[in-house]
Nanobody, 127 residues
Framework: QVQLVESGGGLVQAGGSLRLSCVAS????????MGWFRQAPGKEREFVAA????????YYVASMKGRFTISRDSTKNTVFLQMNSLKPEDTAVYYC????????????????????WGQGTQVTVSS
């Protein structure tokens, strides 16, 4: 079992930045990938970014690469999502997720491939 707890969401003005954190606990992280997804009201959940825990390979949805950066701190079992130049359309609940095993980049872009999920943290960007 893996427990995931997100934090760092909040209200920010357009153009501002936030850093989300996700603390993971419960098992070894040597063969696991961590991802961030988001879901806006009335919309489907969408992939944001993922990182392979062991080799730190990162994967992004093209539209967010350059503004968002995923990273991890293995000493704290924590994955981060640094979000810069935020826009009102970035408003959503952001979820952290964990996928067991090593997979291809396309695998990480699908929410159904993740085994564990956090409760989510709300990000609201005002115009």
């Amino acid at each position: 079992q893996v427990q995931l707890v997100e934090s760092g969401g909040g209200l920010v003005q357009a153009g501002g930045s936030l850093r989300l954190s996700c603390v993971a606990s419960g098992r070894s992280f040597s063969r696991i990938a961590m991802g961030w997804f988001r879901q806006a009201p009335g919309k489907e959940r969408e992939f944001v970014a993922a990182i392979n825990w062991s080799d730190e390979n990162t994967y992004y949805v093209a539209s967010m690469k350059g503004r968002f950066t995923i990273s991890r701190d293995s000493t704290k079992n924590t994955v981060f999502l640094q979000m810069n130049s935020l826009k009102p359309e970035d408003t959503a609940v952001y979820y952290c997720a964990a996928a067991v095993g090593s997979h291809s980049a396309s695998y990480y872009g699908t929410g159904g491939n993740y085994d564990y999920w956090g409760q989510g943290t709300q990000v609201t960007v005002s115009s």
